[in-house]
Nanobody, 125 residues
Framework: QVQLGESGGGLVQAGGALRLSCAASGLTFSTMGWFRQAPGKEREFVAFIRMNSGSTNYADSVKGRFTISRDKTKNTVYLQMNSLKPEDTAVYSC????????????????????WGQGTQVTVSS
């Protein structure tokens, strides 16, 4: 049974930091990513990482503030979020793809086969 378990969300003041974790079990994935969805808005790509090479890609809105990383031995992906802003408030979900996706496609949620339940991140001003 494939499972993605997220943790690390919470409430933080603007300028603060949080670290999200996503532990995957049941399969080995090619690419894992983070997406977020704020109330009344569409799901938005945040970052992805290729599990073998470790190469990463970020949305412009988080570039320079967020860092995605992985621990292959634990099949776990992390999202370190620094300099948080109120507009970062959303439910953050990790996603995993068993097949390779090109860089232009890895931004799309439909590429990912499995999703976590989501974790709330709230940034107060």
């Amino acid at each position: 049974q494939v499972q993605l378990g997220e943790s690390g969300g919470g409430l933080v003041q603007a300028g603060g930091a949080l670290r999200l974790s996503c532990a995957a079990s049941g399969l080995t994935f090619s690419t894992m990513g983070w997406f977020r969805q704020a109330p009344g808005k569409e799901r938005e790509f945040v970052a992805f990482i290729r599990m073998n090479s470790g190469s990463t890609n970020y949305a412009d809105s988080v570039k320079g503030r967020f860092t995605i990383s992985r621990d292959k031995t634990k099949n776990t992906v992390y999202l370190q979020m620094n300099s948080l802003k109120p507009e970062d408030t959303a439910v953050y979900s990790c996603a995993a793809s068993t097949t390779y996706c090109t860089t232009s496609r890895c931004f799309r949620p439909e590429v990912y086969d499995y999703w976590g339940q989501g974790t709330q991140v709230t940034v107060s001003s």
